[in-house]
């Protein structure tokens, strides 16, 4: 079945800092794959997405490259805020038709950042 | 504002009550999806609806768990003769539209069971 893999945290940065929390999965076919965030108080809420190898998805500064010779869909981000600090994490979109309504989370990635 | 509306957000328990969490979306006629987080773990799907039609159960939802959609609006869930391995995050989720993977999240309901 389907699954994602995630870096183990926690992760402590100080501000500024550059950040990769890495990210590979098992599927079969071609998944679409998400970074979810999970602000301290706050429900889940997409951060960036990518639908085909090779995409880039962006935001607030974030980005992760779908990767599909790696399997991997690792988020980086140049220079880290203490706002930043929440819960990360990856999921994947299966692609075959037993799996492609539901989200596969990995166990997610907490990160802090230290000002 | 994600537009999914959560209640209650906390519930304490003991063992072998019934309690029933319920879910509003903002839209209506669309994909639902309930999740389980535990600590320390990614959320889990539990089950989905499409308007009222509930289409798919995870065998993580035994049979002492059971959600509707009554109308394809808002949802319930159920769980009958609570157990401590119950204790979670039960989240809720709206689809974006066209099962893209984009959901949005309520702020969860958190069950404990003494």
């Known amino acids: 079945g389907d699954s994602v893999t995630q870096m183990e945290g926690p992760v402590t940065l100080s501000e500024e800092a550059f950040l990769t929390i890495n990210c590979t999965y098992t599927a079969t076919g071609y998944p679409s794959l998400f970074w979810y965030v999970q602000y301290p108080g706050e429900g889940l809420q997409l951060l960036l997405k990518a639908t085909k190898a090779d995409d880039k998805g962006s935001n607030k500064g974030f980005e992760a490259t779908y990767r599909k010779e790696t399997t991997s869909f690792h988020l980086e981000k140049g220079s880290v805020q203490v706002s930043d600090s929440a819960v990360y994490f990856c999921?994947?979109?299966?692609?075959?038709?037993?799996?492609?309504?539901?989200?596969?989370f990995g166990k997610g990635t907490l990160l802090t950042v230290n000002p | 504002d994600t537009g999914v509306s959560q209640d209650p957000r906390h519930k304490i328990t003991k063992r072998g009550q019934n309690v029933t969490f319920r879910c509003d979306p903002i839209s209506e006629h669309n994909r639902l999806y309930w999740y389980r987080q535990t600590l320390g773990q990614g959320p889990e799907f539990l089950t989905y609806f499409q308007n009222e039609a509930q289409l798919e159960k995870s065998r993580l939802l035994s049979d002492r768990f059971s959600a509707e959609r009554p109308k394809g609006s808002f949802s319930t869930l159920e769980i009958q003769r609570t157990e401590q391995g119950d204790s979670a995050m039960y989240l809720c989720a709206r689809d974006a539209g066209g099962g893209t993977g984009e959901l949005f999240f309520g702020e969860g309901s958190r069950l404990t069971v003494l």
């Open positions: 999921a994947l979109l299966g692609a075959s038709g037993g799996s492609n309504y539901k989200l596969t």
